[in-house]
């Protein structure tokens, strides 16, 4: 299976590793099955999520499952080492194991033989190097190549990059080999910085994007005073203008959230939105949620705020 193939719906598999709230393996099973049955085929994690405890579930989940029917992603940048959690870690009741940063090839060659080992699959389809925001000149010297390497081997079937910043993707697309960007929560009702900086580049060089945090971590999904803007309380001119695109979305009976998900798929770099669920329950919502008509004249007025 290509990227190209795996349709518009994929799966980002941080809920499953205990973001914000804890989830048990039955819970997390039974959510990648729901996705699977929703025509879900990308299934997206990282050691960061739960601090190797999504990769394991979501191993654990698909072991049943042929393997060439789907494409499974994860990424390398942070290594997981023995040590108690922070206090204050957006992932509750995981493993006594903290990530750090290691950009370097001997440290992508241990990150790929963790995963493998928690995964429990054969291969990875798909490797991001993760949040290289502040390593990008040794992302550039040591991971990208390594990571070419081993696709060019066999070992990985693609190559890509997983950054919240349109800049730092802009920096690597043309510059370096990649088969793909993961970008998230820029390309958004609230944020559109990566149709703005990233994704023409894209498309000129045959780069294909996903499109993760379409929600901008919740608060495009529910609305309220409490509600997650970037992982942090949303401030209070967010809120006014979540205000403002839902009650204009309201206006032609659309849910702000069906708008929030459909947005990136209008733009032609876009070949799925990759989003976080923790539950069967949120997986049929968000399928059902692509499948709502949005008139024309809504995407006008949303684009004239």
């Known amino acids: 299976m290509k990227l190209a193939d795996v349709g518009p719906l994929a799966l980002g598999c941080a809920p499953l590793g205990n973001l914000y709230r804890a989830v048990d393996d039955d819970l997390a099973t039974a959510t990648i099955d729901a996705a699977w049955e929703r025509g879900a085929r990308l299934f997206d994690t990282a050691p960061l999520y739960g601090h190797g405890l999504s990769e394991a579930r979501v191993g654990a989940a698909l072991s049943s499952r042929a393997r060439d029917e789907y494409l499974l992603a994860t990424k390398v940048?942070?290594?997981?080492?023995?040590?108690?959690?922070?206090?204050?870690?957006?992932?509750?009741?995981?493993?006594?194991?903290?990530?750090?940063?290691?950009?370097?090839?001997?440290?992508?060659?241990?990150?790929?033989?963790?995963?493998?080992?928690?995964?429990?699959?054969?291969?990875?389809?798909l490797l991001h190097v993760h949040d290289p925001d502040d390593h990008v000149?040794?992302?550039?010297?040591?991971?990208?190549?390594?990571?070419?390497?081993l696709r060019d081997e066999g070992v990985i079937g693609a190559v890509g990059l997983g950054t919240n910043h349109a800049e730092v993707a802009f920096r690597f697309v043309g510059r370096v080999d990649i088969d793909c960007v993961?970008?998230?929560?820029?390309?958004?009702?609230?944020?559109?910085?990566?149709?703005?900086?990233?994704f023409d580049a894209c498309i000129e060089h045959g780069v294909r994007v996903l499109a993760a945090g379409v929600f901008n971590s919740g608060i495009l999904a529910a609305p309220g005073p409490r509600a997650p803007f970037h992982y942090a309380p949303a401030p209070p001119d967010v809120l006014a203008r979540v205000e403002q695109l839902a009650a204009t979305c309201a206006s032609f009976d659309v849910p702000l959230a069906a708008a929030a998900l459909q947005l990136?798929?209008?733009h032609r770099a876009v070949d799925s939105v990759v989003v976080g669920v923790q539950s069967p329950e949120e997986v049929h919502e968000d399928a059902d949620l692509l499948?709502?008509?949005?008139?024309?004249?809504?995407?006008?007025?949303?684009?004239a705020l």
């Open 182 to 198: 993961l970008l998230a929560g820029r390309c958004t009702l609230l944020d559109r910085s990566g149709p703005q900086v990233v």
């Open 77 to 125: 940048g942070r290594l997981l080492v023995p040590g108690a959690p922070d206090n204050d870690s957006i992932f509750e009741s995981i493993p006594q194991r903290v990530p750090v940063f290691d950009f370097s090839a001997d440290g992508v060659q241990r990150s790929i033989a963790d995963s493998l080992e928690r995964l429990g699959l054969d291969r990875i389809d």
């Open 264 to 266: 990136p798929l209008r």
């Open 137 to 149: 000149d040794q992302a550039e010297a040591e991971t990208f190549p390594t990571l070419l390497r």
């Open 291 to 303: 499948d709502v008509a949005v008139p024309e004249e809504l995407w006008e007025a949303l684009d």
